[in-house]
């Protein structure tokens, strides 16, 4: 008797104890049904609640709750008190024209039986098949790109954990329901939610809001993706700087040129001191350290968006170690102000040239020439048998163009995804073609060169390029982030991330893992030290090889 008396008491225990959720489960459950009545519920979509500061009491009521029957009656009734919900005939009805991409697609939280009952969760289903189309009070729609509006601004500055919330609940859902590569983040994207809200709830001061609001723009993995904040410049990257320019290769960086302050004092460095170890960090510690709040779409991605800040400091000086003539050696050195450093101006780029005396080799900056430029560019090189493209840049929109001169024909060159409006986290495919009808297109050798700084425009350009059928590509991965962007504020500070999905014409990603080039050729230490470009270099051998 006393054995079955025991296991009663420990069954209802259990079942008891099952009911009961935590902190961070309510606001994560709060947080999803907050953001789905947002874009989904017509009333809401509309305009017609004051949604943060319908978020606001939320939060604060959701503090004394502590099961899951308590939480589910604050959910139905405040559902209900949205307004009713007419049927949509058109919300069953899907475009039997467009091909659509589901991989970012999931609402399943909503049957989650741990946090939802059968009510809510039919009350939220209702919604969704009965959802809000057309016109969005929080969502505009430029042809087929989508930027957000009606947004409220509470300042850069600590509030309260209330305010802190609602900042990280409005991006995670931007990033739910709009960014179109949620699917390829390393972390899945529930996952951030339930990690960040204890960050959040912690944060108690400017700075620290500023940090943790960058650590989750970082977990977006998006090259694109950034947070400006001239807090977290001044305080974590610093004031001050090493007055040196420097090149990454190897996991160290090169020195290329000295730069002269305004105070004319000496720097103990010399041009080509290979540099691999600043105030006892290795360059790899650097990475990972600055790394945690600096979004990159790969590897390669985040040393290009963090290498300009290695000899940044508050401090008036760093030490160094690095290799000179064969030699270790540890070095301190001064930091100046920026104001103090006299930058010097860059050389005039060629746009165009021909690189040999007999012209059969043409050479093409990217990043510089213009479209005005272009007719001008290929009546020159146009009888030379390899035209180098060089897009080691970021192009000047000159894609088009460029296309219909060089390319034979009309071709896909990318698949583009599109968000779908009328069904928010749902994209659409389409194919994009370039280029036309032309027997005098190009017929030497189009070769590309690419590497990290290749990103966005330059990566769609270099997918164009592929379609010569005389193209090669050489260097290293691209940046691995396409697609328009979507400009936008997180607790007033400026940020943005992908908006459109970019793949090749067959489907495969280029998200992540950039451009693979038909010939790999990285910088070398050795080679900057010689005042080599390996990658130029090795182009001009395919060209005269073929290999």
């Given amino acids: 008797m006393r054995k079955i008396s025991l296991f ?57 709750i502590r099961d899951k029957d308590q939480l589910n009656e604050l959910y139905f009734n405040w559902i209900n008190n949205l307004g009713n919900v007419d049927e949509c005939k058109k919300c069953s009805k899907e475009d039997k024209e467009k091909v659509y991409f589901l991989r970012n697609f999931d609402l399943n939280w909503m049957n989650d039986q741990h946090l939802f009952n059968e009510k809510v969760s039919r009350q939220l289903s209702f919604i969704q098949n009965n959802r809000n189309i057309g016109s969005n ?60 809200i204890p960050k959040f709830l912690s944060v108690n001061n400017d700075e620290n809001y500023h940090l943790t609001l960058a650590e989750l723009v970082t977990k977006v993995d998006d090259s694109h993706a950034f947070l400006y904040s001239s807090l977290i410049n001044a305080n974590l990257y610093g004031r001050r ?18 730069l002269t302050n305004k105070l004319n004092e000496e720097t103990p460095l010399k041009k080509g001191d290979v540099i691999y170890d600043v105030n006892g960090r290795t360059i790899s510690q650097m990475v990972n350290s600055l790394g945690k709040y600096v979004p990159a779409s790969n590897s390669w991605g985040k040393i290009t968006k963090v290498k300009s800040l290695f000899l940044f400091s508050n401090n008036d000086s760093v030490t160094v170690k690095i290799e000179r003539d064969g030699q270790n050696l540890s070095l301190s050195t001064k930091t100046y ?70 390319l034979p024909e009309k071709s896909i060159y990318y698949q583009f995804n599109f968000p779908e409006t009328d069904y928010l986290s749902k994209f659409y495919s389409a194919k994009n073609t370039i280029g036309k009808k032309n027997p005098d297109y190009y017929k030497g050798n189009v070769v590309v060169l690419a590497d990290e700084n290749t990103q966005s425009q330059a990566e769609t350009t270099t997918m164009m390029f592929k379609q ?31 908006g459109l999905g970019a793949y090749y014409p067959d489907g495969r990603e280029t998200q992540r ?35």
């Fill in 241 to 258: 700087k090493v007055p040196v320019e420097y090149t990454y290769a190897e996991g160290k960086l090169v020195v290329t040129k000295i």
């Fill in 513 to 547: 893992i950039g451009i693979i080039p038909d010939i790999v050729v990285k910088p070398t230490v050795k080679g900057i030290l010689e005042r080599k470009d390996e990658v130029l270099e090795r182009a001009l051998e395919y060209i005269k090889t073929g290999f």
């Fill in 137 to 196: 009070h929080y969502v505009g729609n430029g042809g087929k790109k989508v930027y957000f509006k009606n947004e409220n601004s509470y300042g850069s500055k600590f509030i309260s954990k209330q305010i802190n919330l609602l900042e990280l609940f409005r991006y995670w859902n931007l990033v739910e329901y709009f960014f179109p590569y949620k699917y390829q983040t390393d972390q899945n994207w529930n996952d951030v939610l339930t990690e960040m």
């Fill in 468 to 498: 010569h059928p005389k193209a090669k590509v050489i260097g290293s991965n691209t940046s691995g982030a396409n697609g328009d962007i979507i400009r936008f504020k997180i607790a007033d500070l400026d940020t943005c991330f992908t």
């Fill in 8 to 64: 009663i008491l420990f069954f209802f225990s259990l079942h008891f104890s099952a009911q009961l959720l935590s902190e961070t489960q309510k606001l994560e459950s709060l947080c999803k049904v907050w953001g789905f009545l947002k874009y989904y519920h017509p009333h809401v979509a509309k305009g017609d609640f004051e949604w943060d500061q319908e978020l606001l009491k939320k939060i604060d009521e959701v503090e004394n």
């Fill in 337 to 406: 102000l920026l104001k103090d450093i006299v930058w010097e101006k860059p050389s005039a780029i060629q746009k165009w040239k021909f690189l040999d005396a007999d012209q059969k080799t043409g050479y093409v900056n990217m990043g510089i020439i213009e479209k005005s430029d272009l007719d001008d560019m290929y009546r020159e090189l146009k009888k030379a048998k390899s035209i180098i493209f060089d897009l080691r840049n970021y192009p000047k929109q000159t894609i088009f163009p460029l296309s219909r001169m060089i």
